[in-house]
T-cell receptor, first 113, second 111 residues
C-alpha cells in the first residue's frame, strides 16, 4: 500500500487557470516535498515543508506557486496562473527526517492547453 | 552550480549479467546519497541509501567514493524486472537541503 496518495492522477487545464494538486500521506510524517518532472527530463525539487512552513525552495518555485497543509493531513501545491511550460508530472514525497530517503506518491500529470 | 551526472545509457544486458552504473557529483560537501529506480511514467522508488562503508541489499551493491566524488550501483544476476531508469540523488550538507537528481541511467535487461 502506498504511503502517499495524490489526486488527481491527471489534470487538464487551460493556460492561465489556477490548479491545486493534492497529496495525502497515509500516516504521520514530518517533512513534505513537491517535485516536478517534465517529460523526458530529470526530477526537479520545488519545495520542502516542515512544521507548517516552507523550509527550502528552489528557483523554480516562484510567486505563482504556493503550498499549504490546510487541515493537518492534505498537503497541497497551488499554481496560480498556469503556463504551457508547467505541463509535467508533479510528485509529492514524504520523509521522517530532513536528510533521509523520501517516499514518493504516484504523481499527478498536469497538462496545460 | 551543483551537478549530478549520470550516463543516460541505455545499458542493454542479457538476463543474468552483472551491470554497474556510476554517478558523479560536483559538490564535495554533499552529505547523503541514494539510488532510486523509476519505471516509465511512474514515481521514483527508493532502491537503497548509499553509505560511506558501502552497502549491499541482495543483488544490489552501492558504493561511495568521496575522494573522486562518485557513487556506484552494481546489479548482479540481472532480471527482466530490473529494466528501469536508475536515478542518483545527492543531498547537500549544511543549512540548505535541496536534493539534486541525476537524469538517470536506463537499463534494459533482455532474455
Amino acid at each position: 500500500e502506498p504511503e502517499v496518495t495524490q489526486t488527481p492522477s491527471h489534470q487538464v487545464t487551460q493556460m492561465g487557470q489556477e490548479v491545486i494538486l493534492r497529496c495525502v500521506p497515509i500516516s504521520n510524517h514530518l517533512y513534505f516535498y513537491w517535485y516536478r518532472q517534465i517529460l523526458g527530463q530529470k526530477v526537479e525539487f520545488l519545495v520542502s515543508f516542515y512544521n507548517n512552513e516552507i523550509s527550502e525552495k528552489s528557483e523554480i518555485f516562484d510567486d505563482q506557486f504556493s503550498v499549504e497543509r490546510p487541515d493537518g493531513s492534505n498537503f497541497t501545491l497551488k499554481i496560480r496562473s498556469t503556463k504551457l511550460e508547467d505541463s509535467a508530472m508533479y510528485f509529492c514525497a514524504i520523509s521522517d527526517r530532513r536528510n533521509q530517503p523520501q517516499h514518493f506518491g504516484d504523481g499527478t500529470r498536469l497538462s496545460i492547453l | 552550480r551543483k551537478e549530478v551526472e549520470q550516463d543516460p545509457g541505455p545499458f542493454n544486458v542479457p538476463e543474468g549479467a552483472t551491470v554497474a552504473f556510476n554517478c558523479t557529483y560536483s559538490n564535495s560537501a554533499s552529505q547523503s546519497f541514494f539510488w532510486y529506480r523509476q519505471d516509465c511514467r511512474k514515481e521514483p522508488k527508493l532502491l537503497m541509501s548509499v553509505y560511506s562503508s558501502g552497502n549491499e541489499d541482495g543483488r544490489f551493491t552501492a558504493q561511495l567514493n568521496r575522494a573522486s566524488q562518485y557513487i556506484s550501483l552494481l546489479i548482479r544476476d540481472s532480471k527482466l524486472s530490473d529494466s528501469a531508469t536508475y536515478l542518483c540523488v545527492v543531498n547537500e550538507a549544511g543549512g540548505s537541503y535541496i536534493p539534486t537528481f541525476g537524469r538517470g541511467t536506463s537499463l534494459i535487461v533482455h532474455p
